[in-house]
């Protein structure tokens, strides 16, 4: 079955920190990715996407990812975090195959620590 | 313009009963999808509406059904509730690929 797997349930870091959050999905077609933030108490709000073209993507508040087709990753980065930045990240992927449902993966927490 | 609105943002149910969500998408957006959010299975599809028509089902249950409206509003309905239906069901439409993510039902079974 397709799926999307998230490595790190929980991630600490101090602010300033780098931030790198992996994200693998099982499917050997086309696909169009995301990454997906939820804020505490707030809606699930889009962090950056990726259809086509240039494999790394740079989406809002300085998150880049970038998709490695040959890895079935696309792992989001972030070169220095901040506290606002805690946060459950999710990774989800569309398997373009007839109409196709979008998947997330489980979730990663991030909590930045001031 | 108006965000994906869900009504209502809470309420507790007793095992047994039954519930209905509403869902009113973004103005032109054709297409709404419902997943569940747990703590332990993170966010599980649950169907897709596209016209009026169910175009995708997830695994869940025949409790859980849903149905679209001529104005793409949508309602999901869980009957014969159980203790493990207690989530956050998060309505989402979208009419480019990009979901759009309202705040969600949560739902609590006592």
């Known amino acids: 079955a397709q799926s999307v797997s998230q490595h790190n349930h929980h991630v600490i870091l101090s602010e300033a920190a780098s931030l790198e959050l992996g994200c693998n999905y099982s499917?050997?077609?086309?696909?169009?990715l995301f990454w997906y933030v939820q804020y505490p108490g707030q809606h699930l709000q889009l962090l950056l996407k990726?259809?086509?073209?240039?494999?790394l993507v740079k989406g809002i508040k300085g998150f880049e990812a970038e998709f490695i087709k040959s890895k079935f990753s696309f792992n989001l980065r972030k070169p220095s975090v901040q506290w606002s930045d805690t946060a459950e990240y999710f990774c989800?992927?569309?398997?373009?195959?007839?109409?196709?449902?979008?998947?997330f993966g489980k979730g990663t927490m991030l909590l930045v620590s001031p | 313009k108006a965000g994906v609105t869900q009504t209502p943002r809470y309420l507790i149910k007793t095992r047994g009963q039954q519930v209905t969500l509403s869902c009113s998408p973004i103005?032109?957006?054709?297409?709404v999808s419902w997943y569940q959010q747990t703590p332990g299975q993170g966010l599980q599809f649950l169907f897709e509406?596209?016209?009026?028509?169910?175009?995708n089902k997830g695994n869940f249950p025949g409790r859980f059904s849903g149905r679209q409206f001529s104005n793409s509003r949508s309602e999901m309905n869980v009957s014969t509730l159980e203790l493990g239906d207690s989530a956050l069901y998060l309505c989402?439409?979208?009419?480019?690929?990009?979901?759009?993510f309202g705040e969600g039902s949560r739902l609590t079974v006592l």
């Open positions: 103005s032109g957006h054709r297409s």
């Open positions: 989800a992927v569309i398997f373009l195959s007839g109409y196709s449902t979008l998947t």
């Open positions: 990726y259809f086509s073209g240039d494999p």
């Open positions: 499917y050997g077609g086309t696909v169009n």
């Open positions: 509406y596209f016209s009026e028509t169910q175009r």
């Open positions: 989402a439409s979208t009419r480019t690929g990009e979901l759009f």
